[in-house]
């Protein structure tokens, strides 16, 4: 007799098959909802963090402040009135802009967050890096090497992001590329033109940059390196040094484009005390734009009353020491001439070592220190600072000489430097 075989299945295994059916429709479901909860964490792990960063700028400037009345503001109110600002914000960028309305109503100078996405983030540090190691700049820079991809070039970023170019630094791909002060930087490859985000992973590769130079539109391709910001202002001080001919006279002429350290006042001796300079007629010495830093003393390089030596070792090695220049100068000033170059200006207008051309400086003139704050850098006025028992914050130092330059049009021209080589010159 023949055994039948059943073939349905048994319940058991029925209602297994029934399950792992079930299982399967829903893992979609349950995948989906894993993440859209991983990204509302993420989400919501970044707010936190951007408040936390809010948070610790406010606390910062009322316990760091240089005025512990604030100018006077109720800065607990300010902190309301923004912190819903700050909780909507949507990045980095969006939160920094935020903090700057926030501090802007201090209407104080050197008082400025700064993200990576800007050069000076990485300029400050920089300059500050001293202070900043007690302050996580490991954190922020693992070995403590500080750079950020760039062409050499500083820029001033309108309220509708336009990107003008104020500086072109020597020997940078910027000036080797053509770039001139007055141009708006408006794309980088064809996408809209980012201060750093736009050279990001092309170093050493060619960027072709859309401008517009005098209203016409053009195209310039520039190479970016790995800059480091302090040994960039150093180079650029170096490269800047030259010869003018100029009826009849050769005049002299350096860009410090950074004065926060005292190896540029050592280097600009340097070049002083070697040719061609220290065979000038005169020296014109441009501290337009660019950071501050500068102590009263630098102006003893043009004290007539002090001797100048001369120190060489046993192997022929010789440098100057305690340089002087006792020829005729001019000092170089615009808008952009801020903090310890406004002290400069000051001493060598009113104790009239040469003529002061161009236009008013800035009137930034509060000391500051750095902080690392969230994922950027919050710049902080800490010290009231007075001239001669005079405040120049918010004044400035008016030229001898004014020669007004529109940035715009700096492509043309340098009318600044034009006046100072016909005054040297005797034109």
């Known amino acids: 007799m023949k055994k039948v075989i059943n073939s349905a299945p048994s319940r058991r295994h029925f209602l297994r098959l029934t399950s792992m059916a079930a299982a399967s429709a829903l893992a979609p479901t349950v995948l989906c909802a894993e993440q859209r909860e991983a990204g509302e964490s993420a989400a919501s792990q970044a707010v936190s963090a951007r408040i936390a960063t809010f948070e610790e700028v406010w606390r910062t400037v009322r316990d760091r402040f240089y005025d512990p ?15 819903p600002d700050a909780t909507e914000a949507s990045s980095e960028e969006a939160l920094a802009s935020v903090v700057n309305n926030m501090l802007s109503e201090l209407h104080a100078s050197h008082t400025r967050y700064y993200t990576p996405h800007e050069p000076e983030y990485y300029q400050l540090c920089g300059i500050f890096a001293g202070a900043l190691r007690r302050r996580g700049l490991e954190r922020a820079f693992p070995g403590g090497r500080i750079s950020y991809p760039g062409i050499g070039v500083l820029l001033r970023v309108g309220m509708q992001g336009r990107s003008m170019i104020t500086g072109v630094i020597e020997g940078t791909p910027a000036q080797q590329a053509g770039l001139l002060a ?8 064809g996408a809209p033109f980012q201060p750093v985000q736009s050279f ?6 060619e960027v072709v940059l859309g401008l517009r130079r005098s209203g016409a539109f053009m195209q310039l391709p520039v190479t970016p390196l790995d800059i480091e910001p302090n040994q960039m202002f150093l180079d650029g001080l170096k490269a800047s040094a030259r010869i003018i001919r100029a009826n009849g006279r050769s005049i002299g002429y350096v860009h410090v484009w950074c004065y926060a350290g005292s190896v ?3 280097t600009l001796e340097h070049l002083l005390s070697q ?12 501290l337009r734009d660019g950071w501050g830093g500068a102590i009263p003393e630098y102006l003893d390089l043009f004290n007539t009353r002090a001797p100048t030596m001369q120190v060489t070792d046993r192997n022929g090695a010789s440098e100057f020491e305690n340089v002087k220049w006792r020829k005729p ?6 808008g952009g001439t801020r903090s310890g170059k406004e002290i400069l200006a000051y001493g060598f207008k009113k104790y009239r070592l040469g003529e002061v051309i161009g236009s008013r400086t800035e009137g930034a003139v509060l000391a500051a220190t ?16 007075r001239v001669d028992g005079e405040r120049l914050e918010g004044v400035g130092v008016a030229p001898t ?9 700096v492509s043309l021209g340098d009318p600044q430097l034009d006046r100072a080589i016909a005054v040297l010159s005797g034109a």
């Open 370 to 385: 750095a902080f690392l704050i969230g994922g950027g850098l919050l710049l902080l006025a800490v010290e009231d600072v």
């Open 401 to 409: 000489i004014e020669v007004q330059a529109d940035p715009a049009s």
């Open 69 to 83: 009345d604030l100018h006077g503001l109720d800065w607990s109110e300010v902190r309301e009135r923004y912190m």
């Open 275 to 286: 040719s061609p300079l220290n065979d000038a007629d005169a020296l014109i010495w441009d």
């Open 329 to 334: 100068v001019a000092m170089l000033v615009n």
């Open 264 to 266: 540029y006042q050592r």
């Open 182 to 189: 007055g141009d708006e930087i408006v794309l980088a490859d």
């Open 200 to 205: 990001r992973g092309k170093v050493g590769k």
